[in-house]
Structure formats: structure tokens, C-alpha cells
């Protein structure tokens, strides 16, 4: 009998939490619909709101294509230039034309003519040495002159005569300072050269001579040089030297 009643409670209580299960889902299941009927109207309201949300953002969308292409207007436009700009480096060919011209025009202008290739250069003008001395003579008043001849220059100078196209030369015996005149035209520029050597030495001998016997002749040699213009090198020693010096020179530039 006990167990009996035990079963029978045991049902009861089965029973009792199935029931109690059952009304516990009931609202579960409510909520779940009403759920499901909120979000269907949140869905429903939701496309709406994206359409509205959406046409600014495709607005601008819209418009974003048309300024890049805006944008790119620009690009495009230098980029149809820069054929422009390298057509320029054309022009400074057309420019070096007159570069070109004048070198054309430049041989022919140093070119001589045939009348210039016939023409000789002007011959050094000659001077009779002679002339001078016989000018010098005679404007100075010198009258005691001893004149040298050309063979005489080698063994007072040192002075060969095939080094001298003509000569013309004298000395004085009178005063503390005797006159010595040395005129004379070498054959050509290495006999100048020559000539020209021989004549320092004879001045620089007088120099030393004069500064350890006569201090005024010392003095006055100082001043006297050896010339050389072209061909035509000459000693003058004088206590005239520079009334001599500028008698030549009007004949010997």
C-alpha cells in the first residue's frame, strides 16, 4: 500500500514541473513573437532610412567622379603642352644658321686677295750711317773726329766685318772724356745680337775704368747705353751723349 502511494506521488510531481515547464515557455514563446514582430517593423522602417541615409552618401558619389575628372583636366591639358615645349628645341637650329653663316664668311675675309699676293711687304727702310755721322759732326761742332772704317771694329771690338751690313764710327783725342761713336747696321737679327754683346762689354770696361780714376767721367758713362732698333745697334760715349743720342734717333727710330 505504501508503495503505491509513493507512485502516485511521484506522478504528481512529474506531472506538476511538466505543467510548470509548459507555463514557462508559454511566455517565452510570446516574447519571442513580439520579439520577432519588433524587429520586423524595425526592418521595415530601417529600409527607409537607409534609402534616405543613402542618397547624400550616393550624391557625392556622384560628384566625387566628377571632380577627379575635374582634377584631371589640368594633367591633361599640360601633358597635350609639353609636345609644344619640346617642338622648341627646333628654334636654336634655326637660330645657329647665323652662327654658321659667319664662320662660311670668315676664311674668305682672311683669305688675301690675289692683288695681295702680289704685293711684296715693305722692305725695313735704310739709313746711311754716313749721314748720321757727318749730321752729328756738324751740329755738335766737333772738327777733331777720327772716323773707324769697318775692318777696324774686329780689333777694338771684337766686331767681324761679315757680321756688318755698313758702319759708320769715329773717336776723339781731346778732354778728360775722348768721344767714342760706334754706328753700325748688322747683316741680319743673330749679327745684331752679336754686335750688340760686344758693345756692352766695351761700355761696361769705360764704367769700371772711370769709377776707379774720375768720378765726373763715372757719372757721365752711367748715362751712356747701348741702342739697338731693328738691325741697328749703336754705342755712343760722350759727355754730348744725349745731344748725339737724339741727332740719331731722328734717323733711327
Known amino acids: 500500500m505504501t508503495k503505491k502511494v509513493l507512485a502516485w506521488l511521484l506522478a504528481a510531481v512529474m506531472i506538476f514541473s511538466l505543467a510548470a515547464c509548459a507555463s514557462k515557455e508559454t511566455p517565452d514563446a510570446a516574447s519571442t513573437s513580439e520579439d520577432t514582430q519588433q524587429s ?14 543613402e542618397q547624400p552618401d550616393t550624391e557625392p558619389d556622384a560628384e566625387k567622379p566628377d571632380a577627379s575628372s575635374d582634377d584631371q583636366t589640368p594633367d591633361t591639358q599640360p601633358e597635350d603642352e609639353t609636345p609644344g615645349d619640346e617642338e622648341k628645341p627646333e628654334e636654336p637650329a634655326q637660330n645657329e644658321e647665323p652662327d654658321t653663316q659667319p664662320t662660311d664668311t670668315q676664311p674668305n675675309a682672311e683669305e688675301p686677295s690675289d692683288d695681295e699676293l702680289m704685293v711684296d711687304p715693305p722692305a725695313e727702310q735704310s739709313v746711311d750711317l754716313a749721314a748720321v755721322r757727318t749730321d752729328i759732326l756738324s751740329q755738335l761742332g766737333i772738327t777733331d773726329s777720327l772716323p773707324l772704317e769697318t775692318d777696324a771694329l774686329l780689333n777694338l771690338y771684337g766686331i767681324d766685318a761679315a757680321l756688318v751690313a755698313q758702319s759708320a764710327s769715329f773717336v776723339t783725342m781731346s778732354g778728360t772724356f775722348p768721344d767714342e761713336v760706334i754706328l753700325v747696321e748688322a747683316v741680319d737679327a743673330s749679327a745684331a745680337a752679336t754686335i750688340q754683346e760686344k758693345l ?8 769700371v775704368q772711370s769709377e776707379n780714376y774720375d768720378a765726373d767721367n763715372y757719372k757721365a758713362a752711367q748715362s751712356c747705353q747701348v741702342r739697338v732698333s731693328g738691325l741697328y745697334v749703336s754705342l755712343i760715349l760722350s759727355p754730348k751723349q744725349a745731344d748725339m743720342a737724339a741727332i740719331y734717333a731722328t734717323y733711327v727710330s
Open 40 to 53: 520586423d517593423e524595425v526592418a521595415e522602417q530601417t529600409p527607409g532610412k537607409t534609402d534616405e541615409n
Open 200 to 207: 756692352q762689354n766695351r761700355l761696361n770696361e769705360v764704367l
